[in-house]
């Protein structure tokens, strides 16, 4: 009996160990972009949008501003479409998306 209590409280002991103890991801601050925006991008969407923007896996974004209004490219930027994921927050997003609007 106490070796089987034993080897439940050890093996409990084992488990909750294991879940905890990890660091929480550091959140940026809501107000302050973690950089310029070719900085961002480069962070974040040249995997599939390409290193000049010109379409790889996603859609080629040159001349994006002549179809998205800014606030609409914000908004996919955030929270994504179709095949995107949301990738920015708020912050990144409005820098991202202000010089994304200015290529027409």
Do not use: F
């Not at 940026?28 to 961002?40: L, R």
């Amino acid at each position: 009996m106490k070796t089987k209590l034993l080897t439940l409280l050890l093996g409990t002991s084992v488990i909750l160990g294991a879940c905890g103890g990890g660091e929480e991801p550091k959140e940026e601050a809501k107000g302050e972009a973690s950089g310029d925006a070719e900085t961002i991008v480069q962070q974040s969407c040249i995997g599939c949008h390409g290193e000049n923007l010109e379409g790889k896996n996603g859609p080629d974004l040159r001349e994006v501003g002549a179809k998205y209004e800014k606030e609409e490219i914000k908004e996919i930027l955030i929270n994504g479409r179709g095949g995107m994921p949301g990738v920015l927050q708020d912050a990144d997003a409005e820098v991202v998306a202000t010089w994304l609007a200015e290529k027409k």
